[in-house]
């Protein structure tokens, strides 16, 4: 079952407080961001946010999962009526984060370049 638009729109309403909270969808489901930086996701009509040591502070007893399978990497946050909670855990998070990549993928631009040689 995908995660419904309105569903996303009032996880981003409740993470507003940390900054400007963008969504799209990604593989069917919702990638968030804030500031520019990936820190979670919305899938199934849940709310998933970056494992950091940070978060894990604030959210001591949630277990590490993996919504879409693959490695556990995400947190499942499961109460979202405290939007400063929330606007907390979301700052804390993306401040451990690493700062996005800025500019255009040379890696992925030289590769389409060696792949268009090898076609003719």
Not at 35 to 44: A, D, P, R, S
Not at 49 to 59: Q, S
Not at 102 to 120: C, D, F, I, M, P
Request: hydrophobic residues 35%; glycine residues 12%.
């Amino acid at each position: 079952m995908a995660s419904s638009l309105d569903y996303v729109q009032y996880v981003a309403s409740q993470l507003a407080g940390a900054g400007v909270i963008t969504y799209k969808k990604l593989f069917g489901e919702y990638g968030l961001w804030c500031g520019g930086k990936f820190f979670g996701t919305v899938e199934e009509n849940q709310f998933y946010v970056k494992i950091t040591e940070a978060g894990h502070r604030m959210l001591p007893d949630a277990k590490p999962t993996a919504p879409h399978g693959g490695r556990p990497g995400m947190y499942l946050v499961e109460d979202l009526d405290d939007a400063g909670f929330l606007t907390e855990l979301v700052i804390v998070t993306c401040e451990a984060l690493p700062e996005p990549k800025t500019g255009k993928r040379e890696g992925k631009k030289a590769l389409t370049s060696q792949v268009s040689k090898n076609k003719t």
